[in-house]
């Protein structure tokens, strides 16, 4: 997994906690950059319908591989 650190951090801010996990090699192949990750996280963990300020929605902050390098658009 080139590029990325191999985890995900979450923060629950209704309940003050914050946990580590393994970001999966699978999905890194699936879905390209941040971007994509992104929107696999949305797509599986927001249902539908979800209120935009609501605790079942989620705020997304992710990093592509080539962040921090002097790739152009990085």
């Known amino acids: ?7 995900i951090l979450r923060v629950d801010l209704s309940n003050s906690k914050i946990a580590e996990e393994p970001l999966k090699e699978q999905d890194c192949k699936m879905f390209l ?7 696999k996280y949305l797509w599986d963990e927001v249902p539908k319908g979800a209120d935009p300020l609501g605790p079942d929605n989620a705020l997304i902050f992710m990093t592509g591989p080539l962040t921090g390098t002097e790739s152009p658009s990085a």
Not at 1 to 7: H, L, R, Y
Not at 33 to 39: I, P, Q, V
């Open 1 to 7: 997994m080139f590029g990325f650190m191999g985890k």
């Open 33 to 39: 950059g941040g971007s994509g990750l992104a929107t």
